[in-house]
């Protein structure tokens, strides 16, 4: 029996980002591996190996929304290793009308991103960075003077604004500080909150409640600038706004607006463009923490993915679905990450 054809095209990443040696290993032993180098692979050489490829593992997808169609009917994976189902070009709704199982790596991000958020809050509330800054011109305050506004984690309230993987791997760290957790998440029912001990809420009731806000969301078409001024006007200093998915879902010039007025605190690790404008005004900001979108971009992270992928490839090639490790994309999740309509109907944005 031929071994199946695994297409392995990982650009915009580099083979020994996302593979050590023992996945790489492990990788090889499951097929025929095609590409399997840096660098972006040529159209017509991918057009040529999807009619009998069984699998495509890649980093962004620069093939068009008509290659998946094009696809012999070996074709039954396909595995992002970018992070994130927001693949512009890549027919979802093709792939999910052939039975082609389609994988997003997202979760191998979960705890890293986690520690980064829960770093950047303990950061914003015990004013590590003003103490840092002042320490650093010879001008700190010592003892109950130096922490002025500061605001401790344990026994508070903190708020997920969106409850999916990410907020679990959150959850997991901040359970020891003995907080009441609340969410908004219009994907999941309350009942699923409910099980992980987690309060479902509305946009306003949680940004009045909570002292620590973590926007975890995936972006779409529905949410963008979905934390406007109203919302971000209920905020008081004790509260901290921390932004770790997309700045695609605040209204970043509005929030900056009263983030200078001294109205909260935030912690930003995504921006809305990156690099980041070198003169914009949030920089001069005080009361905030920031990072450049450093959060997931840890080796360890990458590496993980690695072996994500190469776990769910060893088990559905032997037939076996169960146990699987990556966010496989469902007709409900690309709906709301690609609407009808949006793109004609195939699933691209």
């Keep these: 029996m031929p071994k199946p054809k695994i297409v392995v095209a990982p650009h915009f990443r580099h083979m020994v980002e996302v593979f050590d040696a023992g996945t790489h290993k492990r990788l090889e032993n499951l097929g025929e591996i095609i590409w399997g180098r840096d660098g972006p692979?040529?159209?017509?050489?991918?057009?040529?190996?999807?009619?009998?490829?069984?699998?495509?593992?890649?980093?962004?997808?620069?093939?068009?929304?008509?290659?998946?169609?094009?696809?012999?009917?070996?074709?039954?994976?396909?595995?992002?290793?970018?992070?994130?189902?927001?693949?512009?070009?890549?027919?979802?709704?093709?792939?999910?009308?052939?039975?082609?199982?389609?994988?997003?790596?997202?979760?191998?991000?979960?705890?890293?991103?986690?520690?980064?958020?829960?770093?950047?809050s303990l950061a914003a509330g015990r004013l590590v960075s003003e103490g840092d800054a002042a320490f650093r011109s010879g001008e700190e305050k010592w003892l109950h003077d130096g922490t002025v506004g500061a605001v401790t984690t344990w026994g508070k309230t903190v708020g997920f604004v969106g409850a999916g993987g990410l907020s679990v791997s959150l959850q997991q760290l901040l359970t020891p500080f003995d907080v009441r957790f609340v969410a908004f998440d219009p994907w999941l029912q309350p009942s699923a909150l409910a099980e992980r001990g987690v309060e479902p809420l509305d946009l306003p009731d949680l940004f009045r409640v909570s002292d620590f806000i973590y926007v975890l969301a995936a972006p779409t078409p529905d949410n963008y600038e979905m934390i406007g001024v109203e919302l971000l006007q209920l905020l008081r200093p004790h509260q901290t706004l921390v932004l770790l998915s997309r700045a695609h879902l605040v209204d970043f010039e509005a929030m900056t607006d009263l983030v200078l007025e001294g109205r909260f605190r935030v912690a930003i690790d995504v921006w809305p463009t990156e690099p980041f404008d070198p003169s914009h005004r949030i920089r001069e900001a005080r009361n905030a923490v920031f990072s450049a979108h450093r959060a997931g971009a840890i080796p360890e992270a990458l590496l993980e993915i690695g072996r994500m992928v190469v776990h769910d490839l060893e088990h559905l090639l032997g037939g076996d679905d169960q146990g699987l490790r990556m966010q496989y994309a469902t007709p409900q999740m690309v709906d709301r990450l690609h609407p009808p309509g949006v793109d004609g109907g195939t699933g691209v944005l």
């Excluded at 991918?46 to 070996?74: Q, R």
């Excluded at 792939?95 to 770093?119: N, Y």
């Design 41 to 120: 692979m040529p159209q017509s050489d991918m057009e040529a190996v999807l009619v009998d490829a069984t699998a495509v593992v890649f980093g962004s997808w620069e093939y068009g929304p008509h290659a998946i169609a094009a696809a012999g009917e070996n074709l039954r994976f396909v595995l992002e290793v970018a992070g994130s189902h927001a693949h512009p070009e890549l027919n979802y709704r093709a792939c999910l009308a052939r039975g082609i199982k389609v994988g997003g790596c997202a979760h191998a991000f979960g705890p890293a991103v986690a520690e980064m958020g829960l770093a950047l």
